[in-house]
């Protein structure tokens, strides 16, 4: 194991989490697709700056393609995460959509063929178990149903972005073109929404630097994870970049005093291990 790729899947892990609880805040002040826009709209300028220094060719127009879809599909998961994190507690928000991201692909495959090892199932069950617990109802961070939905919907628009991402570098062998794509598919389908929506531009301009920097985050979590890709094995760069609930939960649990009760942080620390066993080839 190289201590550089671990240290790099802990960078993905903080600036992931830390770009989701700053999501929530600006979207309760903004709204989630003007949060959704702008984060958007300055992780593709750092994948543009990304391609202009590094040179990296283009890839085919198959390639091009499964980055559009999946982000699209990783559009609606953002818009879903953030009106969650916005609305409900973010510890239990962002532990149901990890858990539901990762089982999701799992299924995905068992169905087409791939054949489920035991870890997988443990996995699985351990997911299963920690989101009864985490949605247990307890004092103010009780989720309703629709809370769990949008954590559901997030998950799954999470799953498609994973799969789609692994097919476009699969099919061109680049990296930041297909970012590039997904960010400019995503930031546009949040423009067509967000057009005679919202708050006030007074309203976004007020949170615009803790915009910048959730979209600096998220781009930031996916350059540290390709760097802990390249870096140590896949397994372990999934398992350690993974643990990113456990960031947003803490910092929900320090500053907004989301404190889990004891049921529902052992259900955080379950979905952390069932992603784990899961992520493990």
Same mark, same amino acid.
């Given at each position: 194991?190289?201590?550089?790729?671990?240290?790099? #899947?802990?960078?993905? /892990?903080?600036?992931? =989490?830390? +770009?989701?609880? %700053?999501?929530? @805040?600006?979207?309760?002040?903004? $709204?989630?697709?003007?949060?959704?826009?702008?984060?958007?709209?300055?992780?593709?300028?750092?994948?543009?700056?990304?391609?202009?220094?590094?040179?990296?060719?283009?890839?085919?127009?198959?390639?091009?393609?499964?980055?559009?879809?999946?982000?699209?599909?990783?559009?609606?998961?953002?818009?879903?995460?953030?009106?969650?994190?916005?609305?409900?507690?973010?510890?239990?928000?962002?532990?149901?959509?990890?858990?539901?991201?990762?089982?999701?692909?799992?299924?995905?495959?068992?169905?087409?063929?791939?054949?489920?090892?035991?870890?997988?199932?443990?996995?699985?069950?351990?997911?299963?178990?920690?989101?009864?617990?985490?949605?247990?109802?307890?004092?103010?961070?009780?989720?309703?149903?629709? #809370?769990?939905?949008? /954590?559901?919907?997030? =998950?799954? +628009?999470?799953? %498609?972005?994973? @799969?789609?991402?692994?097919?476009? $570098?699969?099919?061109?062998?680049?990296?930041?073109?297909?970012?590039?794509?997904?960010?400019?598919?995503?930031?546009?389908?949040?423009?067509?929404?967000?057009?005679?929506?919202?708050?006030?531009?007074?309203?976004?301009?007020?949170?615009?630097?803790?915009?910048?920097?959730?979209?600096?985050?998220?781009?930031?979590?996916?350059?540290?994870?390709?760097?802990?890709?390249?870096?140590?094995?896949?397994?372990?760069?999934?398992?350690?970049?993974?643990?990113?609930?456990?960031?947003?939960?803490?910092?929900?649990?320090?500053?907004?005093?989301?404190?889990?009760?004891?049921?529902?942080?052992?259900?955080?620390?379950?979905?952390?291990?069932?992603?784990?066993?899961?992520?493990?080839?």
């Amino acid at each position: 194991m190289n201590p550089a790729g671990i240290l790099s #899947g802990i960078g993905a /892990a903080l600036s992931w =989490g830390s +770009g989701d609880f %700053g999501a929530g @805040i600006a979207s309760r002040k903004a $709204t989630p697709l003007a949060t959704l826009a702008v984060s958007q709209a300055v992780g593709l300028a750092v994948a543009i700056a990304m391609l202009a220094v590094g040179g990296e060719p283009s890839p085919g127009p198959v390639s091009l393609t499964w980055a559009v879809l999946a982000g699209a599909s990783g559009a609606g998961c953002l818009l879903a995460l953030y009106h969650g994190l916005a609305t409900r507690p973010m510890g239990v928000i962002s532990s149901i959509a990890a858990v539901v991201g990762v089982v999701l692909p799992v299924l995905t495959g068992a169905l087409t063929g791939d054949r489920l090892r035991p870890q997988d199932l443990v996995g699985i069950g351990l997911a299963i178990v920690a989101i009864a617990l985490v949605t247990r109802p307890t004092g103010k961070l009780t989720i309703d149903r629709t #809370g769990l939905m949008l /954590a559901i919907l997030s =998950g799954a +628009g999470a799953a %498609g972005f994973f @799969i789609g991402m692994g097919r476009s $570098t699969a099919a061109g062998g680049a990296t930041w073109w297909p970012i590039a794509a997904a960010r400019s598919t995503s930031l546009l389908l949040a423009a067509l929404l967000t057009v005679g929506r919202g708050k006030g531009r007074e309203t976004i301009r007020s949170v615009s630097p803790l915009l910048v920097a959730v979209g600096v985050l998220d781009m930031a979590g996916n350059a540290f994870f390709l760097l802990a890709e390249s870096q140590a094995a896949l397994s372990l760069a999934v398992v350690v970049s993974s643990q990113y609930p456990a960031v947003t939960a803490a910092l929900a649990a320090v500053a907004l005093a989301q404190r889990p009760s004891r049921i529902q942080a052992a259900g955080i620390l379950m979905a952390l291990g069932g992603i784990a066993l899961i992520s493990t080839a």
